[in-house]
């Protein structure tokens, strides 16, 4: 915040009370600030004042909208809409932009604000700002949304489509497209409730046909509003899924294969771990060859190597025949456990316990050693310490002993966490304790005998 935000904090002269302050819309008193926001009319001298002015009040906002102070925030709002009238030109073009992130902002939140004030606003900001006359519209529908407008939200984004003003660019260009495919979206909506009414209704009613050209109609207007936009790099997510889901709908697996594996693969699209979890749901609804689905899980293990998926993707190369499979399937079991987030899943260590005894039994000693050297020295600690054994037992004892027996696996019956779930008195869990007892002492990679 500038010297001059604090000045305008400061103790008012005897010779500058009168006529020294703002009073806001609600109510709120501004010292100081009227003898520099009169610059506007006086102009010449003062326009450094006024700048400094208008800058301490765009300071206070943001302050006040990270502390949430959405009624202050409100107050120096009312005197920062004077930058609109700033002397220079560059200030004067951007301030529409400005104002609007920073009310919009404020009316979304503030909690005596409604319907009737955001849409004036909205539209006040439309006019004054013409340059930004695209994004405040698509923002507003966007806002109307949020409140179920769906009608409002649609008529604002058909008004902005036939907008013209100025030279086309490129941006401008993009933001038509995104006005357009928002379009398609709520038509998709549309289009869901259709379909929806059309599985209820039996082949034979008389409605069924005009329901179903309804449908068609509405797919044929969702499909054009969003087919260009996905074909511009970016993260279009629920764009591509909606298309997608259409195409299916009416038999074009082909075309919705196409769409997902461009939308994967395309060296100009953004990384983006849905575009593979997409294709890889796709694949296999169509029953496609495991190959098929490990090769796309490989990419998203590569991107997120902790995501759910990769669950499926051990279990698919488990599976397989081939024996770089089946060691990355052991690779991929370590690399979700990695994680924090991960650490409490049952189903994980399942799968590892039982894949670390099977790859051991199956005389594949340098797969293990391999993985656990890379973690031999910060595992112990982040999972089988003494105080995650005691844990572990009392929130959940299934997961206790499937730990327990991975850690006696990697590091030997001396291994704290497995001493600990080991003398553990469980009647049912007893001899499943015992099992994995015999399990460590004959097949742990500390083992000498191994």
Known sequence: MSDFSEE???????????ETSVLSGAGMHFPWLQTYVETVAIGGKRRKDFAQTTSACLSFIQ????????????????????????SDSYKRQAAPEIIWKLGSQILFYHPKSNMESFNTFADRMKNIGVMNYLKISLQHALYLLHHGMLKDAKRNLSEAETWRHGENTSSREILINLIQAYKGLLQYYTWSEKKMELSKLDKDDYAYNAVAQDVFNH?????ANISALIKIPGVWDPFVKSYVEMLEFYGDRDGAQEVLTNYAY?????????AH?????FLKRQKAPRSKLISVLKILY???????????????????????????GLEV?????????????ITAWKYLAKYLKNILMGNHLAWVQEEWNSRKNWWPGFHFSYFWAKSDWKEDTALACEKAFVAGLLLGKGCRYFRYILKQDHQILGKKIKRMKRSVKKYSIVNPRL
């Open 8 to 18: 305008l904090k400061g103790p008012v002269t005897d010779d500058e009370e009168v």
């Open 63 to 86: 302050e006040a909208l990270l502390k949430h102070q959405w009624q202050q925030a409100a107050e120096y709002m009312y005197s920062y809409f004077q930058t609109l009238e700033d």
């Open 219 to 223: 797919s044929w207007k969702t499909s």
């Open 266 to 274: 395309d060296e100009k699209f953004p990384s983006n771990p849905n």
């Open 277 to 281: 979890i997409y294709l890889y749901n």
């Open 302 to 328: 590569q991107i997120v190597p902790s995501h759910k998926l990769m669950l499926e993707f051990h279990t698919l190369l488990r599976k397989s025949e081939k024996e770089e499979h089946r060691k990355l």
């Open 333 to 345: 079991l370590f690399g979700v456990l990695d994680f924090a987030g991960c650490t409490k899943n």
